[in-house]
């Protein structure tokens, strides 16, 4: 029904503008006494052979939605719905931002993929958690076996570098350690004027310390999510600076800015000039990142794996290269909810093929 009936609809609007409209009508439909609560029962406890414990936190299924989709902390009750295990909220930012001009978010159809550069568009990291906390206390049921991430990133300001961004992310750390249940850093945000990332080995080492400084032994997990476009002998250095700052695992990976390989036309890239692609195009190099940091890394580490995943066989390979985790967001613009039950049975069905007691045996089998 998405991908005859529904798709067609939203692909007819803006995609922003799509995006806004689905999670209306997914609320909307949430809301309907009754009806909401009952669909999310029948998904609680569905898939009891995929339930994890993973640095203390338990994941009834491993599909979670990527950071990006929910930014605000506002459609927990629609992920639920549709049968998600987990959520990534964010990225949130120690300053609210609008973001960057309209348009800033692109349909590359014929790659299934998309292009964003949305300028880390959020309401703020005080008011994002302080409304998560308010609809934990609220409604603590909603949050009972579906755990939330926060991803935090900088600012989108140029000119708050240095020291400066390293403080713009322990402000936002300190709203997010109570009502995440694991917090992500992501490293790939601009930390000089000339865009140098915190993928740089000092800026990294500089930012792990501070946060260092902040945290208690009672704050939730911390995760580094990393770029795909970072090549593998600076990763391997950057790891060991996360290894000997106790990260507890890693989100592989985020948006690309390389373009090759696409079947979409260059003028028409051309035209929509820079940002982030995601999707499809993806998958190679996250099975690649997925192999190599689970070949590299004790098995206690948490590994997300998040790009192209948009169908079953793509999700049973990441899981079986050592991916204890899945998070997609774009799979879901072009393949609908659908997707997430597929994935999970697709699962269900490796496991009871191989004789895998548990997704973690399933890169062993």
Not at 118 to 130: F, I, K, P, S, Y
Request: some cysteine; hydrophobic content about 35%.
């Amino acid at each position: 029904m998405y991908t005859s009936l529904i798709r067609p609809l939203l692909f007819q609007l803006d995609p922003e503008k799509a995006h806004y409209v689905a999670t209306a009508l997914g609320n909307t439909l949430c809301s309907i006494p009754f009806a909401g609560p009952r669909i999310v029962q029948r998904h609680a406890g569905k898939w009891p052979q995929l339930e994890q414990k993973l640095s203390g936190i338990t994941f009834p299924n491993p599909l979670g939605i990527a950071a990006g989709f929910d930014k605000n902390g506002d459609y927990t009750d629609l992920l639920r719905f549709i049968g998600f295990g987990f959520a990534e909220y964010g990225s949130i930012t120690a300053r609210p931002s609008p973001g960057n001009p309209h348009p800033r978010l692109f349909r590359l159809k014929k790659d299934r993929a998309l292009i964003n550069r949305m300028g880390l568009n959020n309401a703020g990291a005080e008011a994002v958690c302080h409304g998560i906390m308010k609809q934990q206390r609220q409604r603590p049921e909603l949050f009972d076996g579906f755990p939330g991430g926060i991803n935090i990133a900088k600012t989108h300001d140029p000119y708050i570098t240095g020291d400066d961004a390293i403080q713009d992310y322990i402000t936002s750390y300190r709203f997010a350690r109570e009502p995440a249940a694991w917090i992500t850093l992501n490293v790939s945000c601009p930390n000089t004027t000339e865009g140098k990332t915190f993928e740089d080995k000092m800026a990294l080492k500089e930012l792990l310390d501070g946060i260092a400084s902040e945290r208690k032994d009672s704050d939730p997990p911390l995760l580094v999510k990393f770029s795909p476009d970072t090549d593998q002998s600076t990763i391997h250095d950057l790891v060991t600076i996360c290894e000997d700052s106790n990260i507890q695992g890693y989100v592989l990976g985020n948006t690309t800015t390389r373009r090759d390989g696409l079947r979409t036309p260059g003028e028409h890239l051309e035209k929509i000039g820079p940002g982030g692609l995601s999707g499809s195009p993806l998958f190679a190099g996250t099975l690649q990142q997925v192999s190599y940091f689970r070949n590299m890394l004790p098995s206690e580490r948490i590994l997300i794996a998040c790009g192209g995943i948009d169908t079953s066989d793509k999700a049973v390979r990441l899981i079986s290269a050592g991916a204890n985790l899945l998070q997609f967001y774009t799979g879901l613009v072009y393949e609908g909810p659908a997707l997430i039950n597929k994935i999970n049975q697709a699962l269900i069905d490796r496991l009871n093929e191989t004789g895998a007691p548990s997704l973690k045996h399933l890169h062993q089998s």
